[in-house]
Nanobody, 128 residues
Framework: QLQLVESGGGLVQPGGSLRLSCTAS????????VAWFRQAPGKEREGVSCISSNSGTTVLSDSLKGRSAIYRDTAKNTVYLQMNDLKPEDTAIYYC?????????????????????WGQGTQVTVSS
């Protein structure tokens, strides 16, 4: 059974950094496309990043570009989302999700409807 567990969220001041982790069990994360989504109160869930199964393609939303990175540690079966210079508007629950290989397309943000396996989410709060 596919299972994803997020960690690394928390309360951070504006300008701070967090590294979110998405650890997979029951399957090799390196064989799947993994994406990060976030959902702020009262807003729809939005895709913010994805990484293809071979890590050859990575995508970041315009809101994260320039201050974030997504990468995979195959040995740990974990995908990370490093976020720097955090802003109050980054406050949300962050979810990771997985789907089939090669589903992270260049310049295309992931869509929730395309992902079948989800983690439980981790809260990120950016506030002074």
């Amino acid at each position: 059974q596919l299972q994803l567990v997020e960690s690394g969220g928390g309360l951070v001041q504006p300008g701070g950094s967090l590294r979110l982790s998405c650890t997979a069990s029951g399957f090799a994360a390196g064989s799947y496309t993994v994406a990060w989504f976030r959902q702020a109160p009262g807003k729809e869930r939005e895709g913010v990043s994805c990484i293809s199964s071979n890590s050859g393609t990575t995508v970041l939303s315009d809101s994260l570009k320039g201050r974030s990175a997504i990468y995979r540690d195959t040995a740990k079966n974990t995908v990370y989302l490093q976020m720097n210079d955090l802003k109050p508007e980054d406050t949300a629950i962050y979810y990771c999700a997985a789907t089939g290989p090669f589903r992270c397309l260049p310049s295309t943000l992931p869509s929730p409807s395309e992902f079948s396996s989800w983690g439980q989410g981790t809260q990120v709060t950016v506030s002074s």
